[in-house]
């Protein structure tokens, strides 16, 4: 009988709180997820949802005074319970990291080789001239053109999809487990993004790489997640196979991102349809469901009860009032 493999990444009830004028905002609370090896999780909502926050601050690379609570494991260690040290054994070696912008990630007086192979020495996966040449095979790998002459670039020489395709390859340099890719493809142009997606799903299925795929986009989510995670207001409303959520969403929210999206058979007249309002403050939450004021579907018990999220079906959802199946 065949066993379930343990998740690369857990997060179970975290919470994390920033550092304000008018005190500690919470910006994420009571997210719970787990990614399994080989899966890609999508993760959306709009700015300030506190995707990247929750996906980050358990590596300590959220915000410097961010204090996190709950549990987050990877690979089965805990997370929350070590120091710097440890966690730089982690970070670029069993978790890698691609970044929103990649010309504020990329050491700007450093060549884009240098960068690669200062972490394959780092993690003692080669030294020198060893390092030297697997860097140059992994710009090869992400289908940078004429990698033996990039290598020797600064990162503005390079266009934005060059220098995204370089932190890929300094983010896979040591071969993780996990690949966090937060807003990887808002900076590109759209041929540019689909490249670099079809990037991601390639070293998923070639190297059984888990991804966390952080993004606005639902149409940027949708063609490679696997699952999808919709969060607001630093809470998770909608959790479901990637292909139900895209087709059949059972949240408002959700509903709303994906009205968003404008199609082909849409009519060159037809104005967008944006969600009305604005996403609330981290330390301004409304009563009830943080949704309710924007919320087209809200009844009297939204504005005065929180929902608790809580499997709807094959759904997880927090929502007093579903929408239908």
Known sequence: MSSIPAPILELHDLTVRLAARSGPVTAVAGVTLAVQPGECVGLVGESGAGKSQALLAPFQLGAAAAQVGGGARFEGGDLLALDGAAL???RGRRAGFVF??????????RTVGEQIAEVIEHHGAGRGAAARDRACALLERVHMDVPERRFHQYPHELSGGQRQ???????????????????????????????????????????????????????????????????????LVEEGRALDVMTAPR????????????RMED???????PIPGQPPQPGALPAGCAFHPRCAHAQARCRVEAPVLAPVGARTLACHFPLPA
Do not use: N, W
């Not at 929103?100 to 007086?109: E, R, V």
């Not at 009519?267 to 349809?273: H, K, Q």
């Open 88 to 90: 730089d054994r982690i």
């Open 100 to 109: 929103q912008d990649p010309m504020a990630s990329l050491t700007p007086h």
């Open 165 to 235: 395709r370089a932190s890929i390859a300094i983010a896979i340099a040591c071969d993780p487990a996990l690949l966090i890719a937060d807003e990887p493809t808002t900076a590109l142009d759209v041929t540019v993004q689909a490249e670099v997606l079809a990037l991601l799903a390639a070293l998923k299925a070639e190297r059984r790489l888990s991804i966390v795929l952080v993004s606005h986009d639902f149409g940027v989510v949708g063609r490679l997640a696997d699952r999808i995670l919709v969060m607001y207001a630093g809470r």
């Open 251 to 262: 949240h408002p929210y959700t509903a709303a991102l994906l009205a968003c999206i404008p």
């Open 267 to 273: 009519r060159p007249e037809e104005p967008l349809m």
